[in-house]
Every structure is written in structure tokens, then in C-alpha cells.
């Protein structure tokens, strides 16, 4: 509750200097008429389907992300030759803004679908893979030696052993990973215009270029409360259940 009050102090505060004229109402608009327009967009369902469109992309890159980065971070992990070589060009190119895929994403696959999800995936399997790799190099060495002086081998000791206790930094590198994929996408709607569908970064582009800043403030929003969203639903309940499970203190 103390957040939606904050929000609702700050949004009464905001009214009030937008109507004594601290500031043009064409630069920041009241909260008022970002609610007119997101209640407006909601009704003629621009906003919904956009939604629809955006989520529909994020969690197709945000998979095969995922998918992709754990076993990747596993062998690097485990196996100095991955280190050594993929774990170093992952390293590189986590440093590389998502965003500097979109030409080459471009030329390879023109402005199609295909082109958002390769954006979306360059954005996000780097931190998954670099989280899992971490995740496995910090596996106290004795927790493999007991497994093994107990029997346990091969394909065993990776799912029993070192899966489970490199689970939380693997899930915390599928939290960044959800983070970057999400601002990848955003970046790769605003900056790739197809006919295929529009998403929330579409939306966001035409309300720049028609100077709506009702539209811009709103979209913003919708944007910032579906990232709360998914880590309030997704990863904070997996993120207690691992405290609970592996013994950590409750908040």
C-alpha cells in the first residue's frame, strides 16, 4: 500500500504545479490527461493489442534466451576450453548495448519478426550465460566430492549437485536476462518499423513523432508497470522459495 500512496502523493504534486503553469503543458502533461489517453487507448484497444504484440515477441527471445544461456553458462562453467573461448566472447558482448544488433539484424534479416527476436535474444543470453557460469564456478568444491564418494557420476552429480546449487545465480541471471530482453525489444520496436504488428515501442515512436506527450508519458508507464509486474510475479516467488528452501533467512 505505501508505494500506491507514494504515487498518489506525487501525482497530486504533479497536477497541481502542471495547473499554476510551472511548466508548458505541451512539455509534461498533467497526470490527468496521461490517464485520458491510456483510458482512450485501453477502449479502442490500441493499447491491448500492442501489448499483446510486444509479449507475444519478448517471451519467444526471452526463451530461446534462456534455453540457450543455461546449458551454454553450464560448459563454461565446468569445462576450461568453453571458458576460455565462449565465456570470454560472452563477456565481450554483454558489454555491447543491444541496441547495435539492430543493423546487423537489418541486413540479415530485413524488417521482419525475425529481426526483433535475434534482437531480443543478443539482448538477453549474454547475462544468462555469464550468471550460470558464476553460479557453477562459486559450487563448493566439497559439495562434489561428497556426491561422488556417494556414488554419484556423470549426468547425476550435474543435475542433483551443481544444478541446484547454482540456482540462485542462475535465476538471477534469468531476472537480468528478463531486464535486458525487455529493454531490447523496446529499443528494437522503436528502431525497426514492420507491418507484421505494432508494439508498445511503436506506439511510443508515433507518439514522439506526433509530439503526444500524453502518449509518451503513458506508454512510459505501461512500460515501467510490466516490468514490476513480472518480477513481482514471476521471480519473487522463485526467488523466496530459494531462500525458504536452501535455508536463508525469511525476510
Known sequence: ??????????CVLWESLVWVGVWPEYLLPAPSQVGKYL????IEGTLPNAALVTFRRLIMGYLIGVI????LGLLIGRVELFRYTLGWIALGLQALPSICWAPLALLWFGQTEEAMLFIVVMGCVWSVILSTESGVRNVPRIYVWAARTMGSRGLHTWVMVILPAALPFIVNGMKQGWAFAWRS??????YITIVTGFGLGHLLHF???????????????????VGLLA???????????IRERWGALKE
Request: glycine share 4%; with cysteine; aromatic share 10%.
Open 1 to 10: 500500500m505505501l508505494p500506491l500512496m507514494v504515487f498518489a502523493v506525487l
Open 68 to 71: 540457450t544461456g543455461v546449458p
Open 39 to 42: 483510458f482512450k487507448a485501453v
Open 207 to 225: 507518439a514522439r513523432e506526433l509530439h503526444a506527450m500524453d502518449a509518451v508519458l503513458g506508454i512510459m508507464l505501461v512500460i515501467v508497470f
Open 231 to 241: 518480477d513481482k510475479i514471476c521471480f519473487a516467488p522463485v526467488e523466496r522459495w
Open 185 to 190: 525489444l523496446m529499443a528494437a520496436e522503436i
